[in-house]
Antibody
Framework: EVQLVESGGALVQPGGSLRLSCAASGFALSNHWMHWIRQGPGKGLVWVSRINNDGSSTTYADSVKGRFTISRDNAKNTLYLQMDSLRAEDTAVYYC??????????WGQGTLVTVSS | EVVMTQSPATLSVSPGERATLSCRASQSVSSNLAWYQQKPGQAPRLLIYGASTRATGIPARFSGSGSGTEFTLTISSLQSEDFAVYYCHQYNNWPPLTFGGGTKVEIK
């Protein structure tokens, strides 16, 4: 059974940093691109970042470019999102999602990041 | 950036009735369009990809149609478990990947 489990969400002050993890099981992470997607309180879905199979290529939404870094450890079957210089508008539930031909077939349950003083 | 516009924002439907949800893209996305269902407190679930192909395990009452800029998700006979928010998602022109604002299907 395919499972994605996010962790690392927390309450953090503006300007702070946080590292999210996404543990994959039931499939080989190395076979798939992956996305991070976020959802602000009561809001819709917003794509944040993507990474290719071996981590050699990454892409970011303009709103997080230069502040967030996506990475992966295929040996540990784990995806990461390093978030620096956090802002109040980064407050959201963050989902990792597996990519198949561009769309997302499996999503984790999400981890909540709250940026507030 | 491809802007995805969903309508209506809220759809009130009685159980057993048909629901028709619309999604419009600001430019052609070919058939690279997916639909997701999200219930409160849960992650989105893939319903449709390639504009019209049902994902594994999705009941036949869900169907998708369209190509280019106009897309439709139809739920032929609403069941109690279908009341949720539905999002369309284009994966043709990126970055960025973009989602519609969602349609909430509520009980009439």
């Amino acid at each position: 059974e395919v499972q994605l489990v996010e962790s690392g969400g927390a309450l953090v002050q503006p300007g702070g940093s946080l590292r999210l993890s996404c543990a994959a099981s039931g499939f080989a992470l190395s076979n798939h691109w992956m996305h991070w997607i976020r959802q602000g309180p009561g809001k819709g879905l917003v794509w944040v970042s993507r990474i290719n199979n071996d981590g050699s290529s990454t892409t970011y939404a303009d709103s997080v470019k230069g502040r967030f870094t996506i990475s992966r450890d295929n040996a540990k079957n784990t995806l990461y999102l390093q978030m620096d210089s956090l802002r109040a508008e980064d407050t959201a539930v963050y989902y990792c999602a597996r990519v198949i031909s561009g769309y997302n077939d499996y999503w984790g349950q999400g981890t909540l990041v709250t940026v507030s003083s | 950036e491809v802007v995805m516009t969903q309508s209506p924002a809220t759809l009130s439907v009685s159980p057993g009735e048909r629901a028709t949800l619309s999604c419009r893209a600001s430019q052609s996305v070919s058939s690279n369009l997916a639909w997701y269902q999200q219930k409160p407190g849960q992650a989105p679930r893939l319903l449709i990809y390639g504009a019209s192909t049902r994902a594994t395990g999705i009941p036949a009452r869900f169907s998708g149609s369209g190509s280019g800029t106009e897309f439709t998700l139809t739920i032929s006979s609403l069941q109690s478990e279908d009341f949720a928010v539905y999002y369309c998602h284009q994966y043709n022109n990126w970055p960025p990947l973009t989602f519609g604002g969602g349609t909430k299907v509520e009980i009439k």
